[in-house]
């Protein structure tokens, strides 16, 4: 798997995880749920942002490496 279809799978995997969190958390209203979306959830959408922004840098410098290197 290349970079960029690891870097769609993980944003289909944070797309999907948001919608079943959405249908849980229509029926689980307590501060457990409100603690696990803050402690969890909230947290792995930043880092999933930053792994793709970290793909995306380093699909840019493959390409340029592979470009230099022809």
Do not use: N, P, Y
């Not at 769609?8 to 696990?36: N, P, Q, Y």
């Amino acid at each position: 798997m290349g970079m960029q279809e690891g870097r769609g799978a993980l944003s289909r995997a944070m797309k999907d995880l948001t919608i079943r969190w959405g249908e849980v958390r229509s029926a689980w209203h307590d501060a457990v749920a409100k603690d696990f979306e803050e402690k969890f959830l909230v947290q792995l959408e930043r880092e999933l942002r930053t792994a793709t922004a970290t793909m995306d840098a380093m699909a840019q410098v493959l390409h340029q490496a592979k470009s230099e290197c022809r």
